[in-house]
Nanobody
Framework: QVQLVESGGGLVQPGGSLRLSCAAS????????GGWYRQALGKQRELVAA???????KYADSAKGRFPISRDNAKNTVYLQINSLKPEDTAVYYC??????????????WGQGTQVTVSS
């Protein structure tokens, strides 16, 4: 059974920081791209950042310079450090693991999400 379990969300004041973690089980995580997405109330889910198995990284423009992503394959975990938080960063943050095989198959798994609320 595949599980992605996020943690680290919470209530933080503007300008604060949080470190989100996503622990994977049931998959060979080192082969997967690990990504973080977020969904604010009334909006579509959007990519925040993703890190491929080889270490290449993609950021949304809103995340560049503020939300570094990293992974620890020995711990089957992907991290998102969220800094200089703004009220508009308030959202549910979701972890996603994706594997695309050489034969064209794609495997995608999502976590349950962790709430980040930025408010004074």
């Amino acid at each position: 059974q595949v599980q992605l379990v996020e943690s680290g969300g919470g209530l933080v004041q503007p300008g604060g920081s949080l470190r989100l973690s996503c622990a994977a089980s049931g998959i060979i995580f080192c082969a997967y791209t690990g990504g973080w997405y977020r969904q604010a109330l009334g909006k579509q889910r959007e990519l925040v950042a993703a890190i491929a198995s080889g270490g290449s990284i993609k950021y949304a423009d809103s995340a560049k310079g503020r939300f570094p992503i990293s992974r620890d394959n020995a711990k089957n975990t992907v991290y998102l450090q969220i800094n200089s938080l703004k009220p508009e960063d308030t959202a549910v943050y979701y972890c996603k693991a994706t594997l695309r095989t050489s034969l064209g198959f794609q495997y995608t798994y999502w976590g349950q999400g962790t709430q980040v609320t930025v408010s004074s």
